[in-house]
T-cell receptor, first 110, second 112 residues
Framework: ELKVEQNPLFLSMQEGKNYTIYCNYS?????LYWYRQDPGKSLESLFV?????AVKQEGRLMASLDTKARLSTLHITAAVHDLSATYFC??????????FGTGTRLKVLA | IAGITQAPTSQILAAGRRMTLRCTQD?????MYWYRQDLGLGLRLIHY???????GKGEVPDGYSVSRANTDDFPLTLASAVPSQTSVYFC???????????FGDGTRLSIL
């Protein structure tokens, strides 16, 4: 059974600080996605990682994928309040049966 | 604006009643999905369809059914609602493998 674990589940950080969210998964896959969800809203796509060593960056967020370690990271650089949201990783095992992590609720304090 | 439309936005339903959640997309995506989101559990896949006329079971399919008569519509039916089906339901679509999913705004469903 494919499992996707994120940590931490909750993260409170000061503006200007750096931090990393981790996403571990339990089966072979080279397709991993990161999404953002604001409270009471839908999910929006942030990054699509499709191969070992893939790295994508958008603004203060950078995502990477290590398929051998079955690990993806979402790194936040110099956090700002607008990044406060819940972040989900999702793994596609190639069968359309996507598995989402439980999410990391990020709060950036001014 | 292209995207996914879900209806209703929210609903309160008596246990035992039948309910259909509607989902329509105008992006001509082949794949569509239904998820439920519960606090502390993230999103869990209920059913999916990789193309019109074909559906498959996800992680939590019991108590739910879907149909995919055409590319655009993917309704989710609760035949006899139970309180444990209280959740927020999201419909999503994607062009295919390796491409991100686009999500609707969700339906908040409460079963009493």
């Amino acid at each position: 059974e494919l499992k996707v674990e994120q940590n931490p589940l909750f993260l409170s950080m000061q503006e200007g600080k750096n931090y990393t969210i981790y996403c571990n998964y339990s089966t072979t896959s080279d397709r991993l996605y990161w999404y953002r969800q604001d409270p009471g809203k839908s999910l929006e796509s942030l990054f699509v990682l499709l191969s070992n060593g893939a790295v994508k960056q958008e603004g203060r967020l950078m995502a990477s994928l290590d398929t051998k370690a079955r690990l993806s990271t979402l790194h936040i650089t110099a956090a700002v309040h607008d990044l406060s949201a819940t972040y989900f990783c999702a793994v596609d095992p190639g069968t359309y049966k996507y598995i989402f992590g439980t999410g990391t609720r990020l709060k950036v304090l001014a | 604006i292209a995207g996914i439309t879900q209806a209703p936005t929210s609903q309160i339903l008596a246990a035992g009643r039948r309910m259909t959640l509607r989902c329509t997309q105008d992006m001509r995506h082949n794949a569509m999905y239904w998820y439920r989101q519960d606090l502390g559990l993230g999103l869990r896949l209920i059913h999916y369809s990789n193309t019109a006329g074909t559906t498959g079971k996800g992680e939590v399919p019991d108590g739910y059914s879907v149909s995919r008569a055409n590319t655009d519509d993917f309704p989710l039916t609760l035949a006899s609602a139970v309180p444990s089906q209280t959740s927020v339901y999201f419909c999503a679509s994607s062009e295919g493998p390796g491409l991100p999913q686009h999500f609707g705004d969700g339906t908040r469903l409460s079963i009493l």
